[in-house]
Protein backbone atom coordinates (compact mmCIF):
# COMPACT_ATOMS: atom_id res chain seq x y z
CA UNK A 1 0.00 0.00 0.00
CA UNK A 2 2.73 2.38 0.55
CA UNK A 3 4.74 1.58 -3.08
CA UNK A 4 0.97 2.51 -4.33
CA UNK A 5 0.55 5.33 -2.62
CA UNK A 6 4.24 6.99 -3.48
CA UNK A 7 4.09 5.53 -7.01
CA UNK A 8 0.85 7.79 -7.06
CA UNK A 9 2.43 10.49 -6.02
CA UNK A 10 5.37 10.80 -8.02
CA UNK A 11 2.99 10.40 -11.35
CA UNK A 12 1.09 13.00 -10.08
CA UNK A 13 3.76 15.30 -9.04
CA UNK A 14 5.30 14.50 -12.92
CA UNK A 15 2.05 14.76 -14.48
CA UNK A 16 2.48 18.86 -12.69
CA UNK A 17 5.65 18.95 -13.90
CA UNK A 18 4.67 18.68 -17.42
CA UNK A 19 1.34 20.82 -17.58
CA UNK A 20 3.89 23.51 -15.99
CA UNK A 21 6.27 23.60 -18.47
CA UNK A 22 3.22 23.34 -21.08
CA UNK A 23 2.09 25.97 -19.80
CA UNK A 24 5.24 27.62 -19.72
CA UNK A 25 5.96 27.27 -23.59
CA UNK A 26 2.21 28.38 -24.62
CA UNK A 27 2.91 31.87 -22.76
CA UNK A 28 6.39 32.51 -23.64
CA UNK A 29 5.47 31.99 -27.35
CA UNK A 30 2.28 34.75 -26.74
CA UNK A 31 5.18 36.75 -25.38
CA UNK A 32 7.46 36.14 -28.47
CA UNK A 33 4.42 36.94 -31.22
CA UNK A 34 3.69 40.07 -29.37
CA UNK A 35 7.54 40.94 -29.44
CA UNK A 36 7.69 39.93 -32.83
CA UNK A 37 5.32 42.11 -34.04
CA UNK A 38 6.74 45.08 -32.25
CA UNK A 39 10.79 44.10 -33.24
CA UNK A 40 9.34 43.79 -36.94
CA UNK A 41 8.02 47.12 -36.75
CA UNK A 42 4.68 45.13 -38.33
CA UNK A 43 2.07 47.67 -39.29
CA UNK A 44 -1.83 46.93 -38.71
CA UNK A 45 -3.96 46.60 -41.90
CA UNK A 46 -7.80 47.37 -41.59
CA UNK A 47 -8.59 44.99 -44.50
CA UNK A 48 -7.44 42.52 -47.80
CA UNK A 49 -8.98 42.61 -50.78
CA UNK A 50 -9.01 40.07 -53.37
CA UNK A 51 -8.65 37.07 -51.47
CA UNK A 52 -10.18 33.70 -53.16
CA UNK A 53 -8.07 30.35 -51.85
CA UNK A 54 -6.82 30.95 -48.49
CA UNK A 55 -4.42 28.46 -46.83
CA UNK A 56 -4.88 29.37 -42.16
CA UNK A 57 -2.91 27.66 -40.17
CA UNK A 58 -2.88 28.08 -36.40
CA UNK A 59 -0.12 29.26 -34.09
CA UNK A 60 -1.85 29.21 -31.37
CA UNK A 61 -5.59 30.59 -30.33
CA UNK A 62 -4.80 34.21 -30.71
CA UNK A 63 -2.61 33.83 -33.89
CA UNK A 64 -3.64 32.79 -37.16
CA UNK A 65 -1.68 32.28 -40.03
CA UNK A 66 -2.69 32.96 -43.59
CA UNK A 67 -1.60 32.36 -46.93
CA UNK A 68 -3.27 33.38 -50.00
CA UNK A 69 -3.97 32.40 -53.81
CA UNK A 70 -0.87 34.43 -54.49
CA UNK A 71 1.38 33.65 -52.44
CA UNK A 72 1.38 36.22 -49.90
CA UNK A 73 1.36 35.93 -46.15
CA UNK A 74 -0.41 37.07 -43.07
CA UNK A 75 -0.82 37.38 -39.56
CA UNK A 76 -4.19 37.16 -38.18
CA UNK A 77 -5.11 38.02 -34.71
CA UNK A 78 -8.35 37.13 -32.72
CA UNK A 79 -9.58 38.25 -29.03
CA UNK A 80 -7.91 36.76 -26.04
CA UNK A 81 -11.04 34.57 -25.25
CA UNK A 82 -10.69 32.57 -28.59
CA UNK A 83 -9.76 28.89 -27.32
CA UNK A 84 -8.63 25.78 -28.92
CA UNK A 85 -8.27 26.92 -32.38
CA UNK A 86 -5.37 24.64 -32.66
CA UNK A 87 -7.95 21.44 -32.38
CA UNK A 88 -9.76 22.47 -35.38
CA UNK A 89 -10.50 20.00 -38.13
CA UNK A 90 -10.86 22.65 -40.09
CA UNK A 91 -10.43 26.72 -40.63
CA UNK A 92 -12.82 28.78 -42.67
CA UNK A 93 -13.28 32.64 -43.01
CA UNK A 94 -16.05 34.45 -42.63
CA UNK A 95 -16.74 38.03 -44.01
CA UNK A 96 -19.30 39.89 -45.31
CA UNK A 97 -18.05 41.14 -48.32
CA UNK A 98 -16.37 38.17 -50.77
CA UNK A 99 -13.04 38.15 -51.24
CA UNK A 100 -12.69 40.96 -48.44
CA UNK A 101 -11.24 40.53 -44.83
CA UNK A 102 -11.97 43.50 -42.69
CA UNK A 103 -10.79 43.70 -39.13
CA UNK A 104 -13.06 43.47 -36.57
CA UNK A 105 -15.83 42.59 -38.30
CA UNK A 106 -14.54 39.34 -40.45
CA UNK A 107 -14.52 35.86 -38.29
CA UNK A 108 -12.52 32.72 -37.91
CA UNK A 109 -14.37 29.66 -37.97
CA UNK A 110 -13.24 27.01 -35.81
CA UNK A 111 -14.73 23.20 -37.72
CA UNK A 112 -15.16 20.15 -36.17
CA UNK A 113 -16.37 18.68 -33.33
CA UNK A 114 -16.97 22.34 -31.77
CA UNK A 115 -17.96 25.33 -33.66
CA UNK A 116 -16.37 28.45 -32.64
CA UNK A 117 -16.56 31.76 -34.15
CA UNK A 118 -13.60 34.01 -33.24
CA UNK A 119 -13.64 37.82 -34.70
CA UNK A 120 -10.39 39.15 -36.59
CA UNK A 121 -8.76 42.01 -34.46
CA UNK A 122 -5.66 42.45 -36.07
CA UNK A 123 -3.71 41.79 -39.38
CA UNK A 124 -0.42 42.37 -40.40
CA UNK A 125 1.28 41.39 -43.49
CA UNK A 126 4.31 39.35 -43.46
CA UNK A 127 7.09 38.54 -45.50
CA UNK A 128 7.45 35.04 -46.52
CA UNK A 129 10.87 34.58 -44.43
CA UNK A 130 8.96 36.10 -41.33
CA UNK A 131 6.00 33.55 -41.32
CA UNK A 132 8.94 31.12 -41.29
CA UNK A 133 10.71 32.60 -38.06
CA UNK A 134 6.74 32.67 -36.68
CA UNK A 135 6.19 28.98 -37.42
CA UNK A 136 10.12 27.74 -36.46
CA UNK A 137 9.44 29.68 -33.20
CA UNK A 138 6.18 28.04 -32.88
CA UNK A 139 7.92 24.46 -33.12
CA UNK A 140 10.91 25.41 -31.04
CA UNK A 141 8.78 26.35 -28.51
CA UNK A 142 7.48 22.97 -27.84
CA UNK A 143 10.81 21.36 -28.29
CA UNK A 144 13.28 23.59 -26.24
CA UNK A 145 13.08 21.82 -22.67
CA UNK A 146 14.05 25.15 -21.11
CA UNK A 147 10.60 26.42 -22.44
CA UNK A 148 11.43 29.64 -24.02
CA UNK A 149 11.59 30.20 -28.02
CA UNK A 150 14.41 32.75 -27.04
CA UNK A 151 16.61 30.19 -25.77
CA UNK A 152 16.68 27.69 -28.14
CA UNK A 153 20.11 26.97 -29.93
CA UNK A 154 18.19 26.00 -33.14
CA UNK A 155 15.73 28.84 -33.59
CA UNK A 156 16.85 31.50 -36.43
CA UNK A 157 17.98 34.82 -35.12
CA UNK A 158 16.32 37.96 -36.58
CA UNK A 159 16.29 38.86 -40.71
Same mark, same amino acid.
Not at 106 to 111: S, T
Given at each position: MKTYI???? @?? &?? $? &? %??? &?? *???? @? =? @??? +? @?? /?? %?? =? $? +?E???? &??? =???IK?? +?LFVLNDQHIGLITQNNKSYLLTTADNCENMYYANKLILLSEEQG *??? *??? $?? /??? *?? +??? %??? %???GMYKLHSVQLELLTNAYMSSYRNPKGSVFGSSSYPRGI
Open positions: KTYI @NG &LL $A &L %TAM &LL *VGCS @N =I @NNY +D @NY /IS %TF =I $A +DALSP &LES =IDSAV +D *VIK *VHS $AK /IAR *VG +DKY %TEC %TIT
